[in-house]
T-cell receptor
Framework: GQNIDQPTEMTATEGAIVQINCTYQ??????LFWYQQHAGEAPTFLSY????GLEEKGRFSSFLSRSKGYSYLLLKELQMKDSASYLC?????????FGAGTTVTVRA | DTGVSQDPRHKITKRGQNVTFRCDPI?????LYWYRQTLGQGPEFLTY????????KSRLLSDRFSAERPKGSFSTLEIQRTEQGDSAMYLC????????????FGPGTRLTVT
């Protein structure tokens, strides 16, 4: 089975940094993804990790430790438009298994 | 091609009616996926096509659900005898077979069964 856990909600101030943790236990692993989803919209791809370590893309970074079944998404210099749900997903062959998502609220 | 498109965006139907949704993937993508998302949850895998072949169906896909991709391009998802529990967002995604790690999602069809 697939078990992917992430916090339900997080709140941070504009300009700050927020770290969203994700732990997973899955029957297979071909990579870990982070998606951003604004209310009522489609998930959009943010990052992909297949090897251990940190991947940086602008204000967003993602980290993976396969031995620990752990990933985090780091959002820096938060902006109001970053208020959204952030989905952690594990790829097994071609299927994505998603966590329930973390709703991030950015306050002025 | 601007991305994955889905039609309709919203559908309200009465319990017991049949509904059909359409997904048009990114034109060169040969893999197509259907997911279902309920409020407060992440998307759940329903089924997957490579070209016109349906290669896997989730246990979530009861016999009231059927999906097709007749020419390996667009796909349809039909739900027969809808139930209130079918109310959800139905998301379609597509990818290249050699680039599976990035699935591009459409805007979804929100189904409400009354």
């Amino acid at each position: 089975g697939q078990n992917i856990d992430q916090p339900t909600e997080m709140t941070a101030t504009e300009g700050a940094i927020v770290q969203i943790n994700c732990t997973y236990q899955t029957s297979g692993f071909n990579g870990l993804f982070w998606y951003q989803q604004h209310a009522g919209e489609a998930p959009t791809f943010l990052s992909y990790n297949v090897l251990d370590g940190l991947e940086e893309k602008g204000r967003f970074s993602s980290f993976l430790s396969r031995s620990k079944g752990y990933s985090y998404l780091l959002l820096k210099e938060l902006q109001m438009k970053d208020s959204a749900s952030y989905l952690c997903a594990v790829l097994n062959d071609y299927k994505l298994s998603f966590g329930a998502g973390t709703t991030v609220t950015v306050r002025a | 091609d601007t991305g994955v498109s889905q039609d309709p965006r919203h559908k309200i139907t009465k319990r017991g009616q049949n509904v059909t949704f359409r997904c048009d993937p990114i034109s060169e993508h040969n893999r197509l996926y259907w997911y279902r998302q309920t409020l407060g949850q992440g998307p759940e895998f329903l089924t997957y096509f490579q070209n016109e072949a349906q290669l896997e169906k989730s246990r979530l896909l009861s016999d009231r659900f059927s999906a097709e991709r007749p020419k390996g391009s667009f796909s349809t998802l039909e739900i027969q005898r809808t139930e209130q529990g079918d109310s959800a967002m139905y998301l379609c995604a597509s990818s290249l077979a050699d680039n599976t790690y990035e699935q591009y999602f459409g805007p979804g069809t929100r189904l409400t069964v009354t």
